[in-house]
């Protein structure tokens, strides 16, 4: 891209995104929002508490998110700022967290310590319990393999090392946006909630 860019009138940014990027987006292989979700619902329909599917040392390492309308934004400058042409930047929600701290907040319901399991195994039988959520609740009538990738789930909750991205470039080049992560999960919660792609036991504050 760089050398089709060379005496060319056009210019191009191109952003990394930090950790998972999180938005209401179904079908896609890296959404990690309703894995978490429909893994939350089955656990509570099951009468389980929430574990976090992974080793411990996973659920105490630092962790961050993009959510996708601060990355939009991202792009929307990027587009318009003379300090963006041709460079590349980290992107970020700009926070850290660890799960062992955010996990208790995303459900209204029981946590347990985490045990390490593959969810690619643990909820491929689990499509019953789902399609009984989906008429009981009258939620929306996604199909089981549309609503979650375990699979990306599996490779976010098995990631034993701080994923952090240092945002100081395109801070200093003039994108000072940011954004709370646990705000990023509460605020996309409630959306799915009004469409109705999920039951009312994630928390939306």
């Given at each position: 891209m760089r050398e089709r860019q060379k005496a060319r009138s056009w210019s191009s940014t191109i952003f990394r995104p930090g950790g998972a990027i999180c938005s209401v987006s179904l079908g896609t292989p890296m959404n990690l929002l309703s894995a978490i979700v429909v893994y939350a619902a089955?656990?509570?329909?099951?009468?389980?508490?929430?574990?976090?599917?992974?080793?411990?040392?996973?659920?105490r390492s630092l962790y961050q998110l993009t959510s996708a309308e601060l990355l939009a934004r991202a792009s929307i400058w990027a587009g318009e700022s003379l300090d963006a042409r041709n460079?590349?930047?980290?992107?970020?929600?700009?926070?850290?967290?660890?799960?062992?701290?955010?996990?208790?907040?995303?459900?209204?319901?029981?946590?347990?310590?985490?045990?390490?399991?593959?969810?690619?195994?643990?909820?491929?039988?689990?499509?019953?319990?789902?399609?009984?959520?989906?008429?009981?609740?009258?939620?929306?009538?996604i199909p089981y393999e549309k609503m979650a990738s375990w699979d990306f789930g599996d490779f976010v909750f098995r990631q034993g090392f701080?994923?952090?991205?240092?945002?100081?470039?395109?801070?200093?080049?003039?994108?000072?946006?940011?954004?709370?992560?646990?705000?990023?999960f509460a605020a996309l919660f409630e959306q799915m909630r009004g469409l109705k792609l999920m039951l009312a036991n994630m928390r939306a504050s």
């Open positions: 089955i656990c509570c329909e099951l009468g389980l508490p929430l574990r976090f599917p992974s080793p411990d040392f996973v659920y460079e590349l930047f980290n992107v970020t929600n700009g926070d850290t967290f660890r799960w062992q701290h955010m996990w208790p907040h995303l459900a209204k319901m029981e946590t347990a310590e985490p045990v390490p399991f593959p969810l690619t195994v643990y909820m491929a039988d689990k499509e019953p319990v789902w399609d009984a959520i989906l008429k009981r609740e009258k939620l929306q009538p701080d994923n952090v991205s240092i945002t100081i470039k395109v801070r200093q080049a003039g994108f000072h946006d940011c954004i709370d992560s646990e705000a990023t």
